[in-house]
């Protein structure tokens, strides 16, 4: 994990400090997305918050897929968002403060796993 523990990032106008639990929840939730990409296929915010049995409501994953995001910028090479595999059960697309094409950033996302796995 390229985060730190008590590190302070801006991300939309908002400052962001690190946390234990999000470094917790963000070496679970990489692998776990990963796989999702590798697979070709997005999850809902409820099922990714089931499946890893995180402690917060659907809307409350906007933080962490943001802190995910810089987490990526920081490593080497040009990987995609994995936060656009994430999307709204009632809308089946990412939530409105994405940055970027989510669709296209998917395809991107799918290439570039079935490439590295």
Known sequence: M???VGEK???KGRVLTVTDLDL???EKMRP????IAVAGT????GDL??????P???????RILDLLSENRFRRPGEEPSLAALVISQATGEVGDSFDGDPAQERELLYAYWANVS
């Not at 917060?56 to 906007?62: A, E, Y």
């Open 9 to 11: 990032l801006t991300s």
């Open 24 to 26: 917790t929840t963000l």
């Open 49 to 54: 918050i089931a499946a890893l049995d995180l």
């Open 32 to 35: 776990y997305l990963i796989d």
């Open 56 to 62: 917060c409501v659907p809307n409350g994953l906007g």
């Open 2 to 4: 390229t985060l730190q």
């Open 42 to 45: 997005t999850i809902t915010y």
